[in-house]
């Protein structure tokens, strides 16, 4: 990975600290251009972190894609349970029985951080915390974040809730491009509910030139947390700060972050290098694709008469149905549903798919790919010709659906 640091804040944080011979151990930190995924600046990027309330970033991801499926709506109440009334602060302080509607529960997640919002909205999407601690993780490794496991929905302190700045950063990017209509709701600089007026705990926003978004974040073990997005001159970045000893350093080290950023970007004619992508990209013709943990195994379905999807075997025709649907050829994801022994398993698995009718495969190419694994050979069940979040959409339902399913960036 070819990584440009900015050699005038390279020691940045550790001379802002009290000592500089080492940087903590909770410090971390990454900026990327969200256009393409070019990192900028990493350090710690990859070590894992306690991401403390920039877990509720995930929170959040998972109630836009509940609202988009028309799971819940913004004007539905969501009921306050005992537990999520006894949480710790911050909170809004919702007593149990009441009740909150979903969009204050978005707008009390983004300013006031707030965890008993977080346990009802936990005990909505997935009928508790720890059910919905395991969706959560597994939509992470959907996104590409291969690092991160979530043990709640708030960021309380759990030893087992982990992230990493690059994952974080994924995250944010996930969220703007998936569901741009709700994005922003994370420039909402104050809150009124209740009588009281709550702050954004993001103090760039409204101070800092372009800032629009996201979250901060604090427990004694994480530190002081950032992921924000800043947009100038066209050039949109996300900026993650792991670790910062205070609200107030941490803020000037993210505000340092993103004013080299940008020198260097004017310095090079707007990123004229880059740098590895965030995401793994995937050989089409070589490379094994893992279900990654926690997710259904690859199953072999039965024999099916449905039709309607063109499946291409080795680059040709191999069924051709009465109706084929159009292909976005420029669309550089697929997701992958199976991987087979036999290439008749992986040809019923692709119809049994396309039989489900997921709005997001409708343009897509049904393709079997084969590749030897000693002396055995793999037919691997794909649709292609996705864009990241129609592949991570449909990935999403399928394993919904008990379905195994892994979406996957392409060579060009």
């Known amino acids: ?177 998936d569901f741009p209509k709700f994005f922003h709701y994370f420039s909402l600089e104050k809150f009124v509910f209740g009588g009281r007026s709550f702050g954004n705990h993001n103090s760039l926003l409204g101070r800092i030139a372009g800032v629009d978004g996201l979250k901060t974040g604090f427990t004694n073990d994480a530190g002081y947390n950032i992921a924000v997005t800043v947009e100038r001159e066209g050039v949109r970045l996300v900026v993650v700060v792991f670790g910062g000893a205070s609200g107030a350093q941490r803020d000037a080290h993210a505000l340092d972050l993103i004013s080299a950023a940008y020198t260097e970007l004017s310095k090079r004619k707007l990123y004229a290098v880059k740098s590895e992508p965030l995401v793994q990209v995937a050989d089409l013709q070589q490379q094994e694709i893992l279900a990654p943990a ?62 489900l009718s997921l709005p997001d495969l409708q343009t897509s190419l049904a393709i079997v790919q084969s590749s030897k694994q000693g002396d055995k050979t793999l037919f691997r069940a794909r649709f292609t010709g996705l864009e990241q979040s129609m592949a991570t959409r449909a990935c999403i339902a399928l394993v919904e659906r008990g379905q195994p399913c892994f979406p996957l960036a392409t060579t060009r």
């Open 294 to 355: 926690g997710l259904p195994q690859q199953i072999e379905q039965g024999s099916t008469d449905r039709r309607g999807v063109k499946i291409i075997i080795e680059g040709q025709s191999a069924i051709v149905p009465e109706l084929a649907e159009k292909v976005v050829l420029a669309a550089n994801w697929l997701i992958q549903v199976g991987a087979y022994s036999k290439r008749a398993q992986a040809e019923t698995r692709l119809q049994a798919v396309a039989g």
């Open 1 to 177: 990975m070819r990584i440009i640091i900015f050699i005038s804040f390279l020691f940045g944080f550790m001379l802002s600290s009290a000592s500089s011979s080492a940087e903590p151990v909770r410090y971390a930190s990454i900026v990327i251009v969200e256009k393409d995924g070019e990192v900028l600046h990493a350090r710690h990027a990859d070590q894992l972190r306690y991401p403390a309330s920039l877990s509720k970033l995930m929170t959040l991801y998972l109630l836009f894609d509940a609202i988009e499926r028309g799971n819940v709506g913004l004007d539905d109440r969501l009921r306050v349970s005992d537990k999520a009334a006894k949480a710790k602060p911050s909170k809004l302080g919702l007593k149990s029985g009441t009740t909150i509607s979903v969009e204050d529960a978005i707008r009390a997640l983004v300013t006031k951080s707030a965890n008993d919002v977080a346990i009802v909205v936990a005990e909505r999407l997935a009928g508790g915390e720890a059910k919905f601690a395991s969706k959560m993780t597994k939509t992470a490794k959907l996104l590409g974040m291969s690092r991160s496991r979530f043990a709640n929905g708030s960021g309380l302190p759990d030893k087992r809730q982990v992230s990493t700045a690059r994952d974080m950063a994924v995250l944010a990017v996930s969220i703007r491009k």
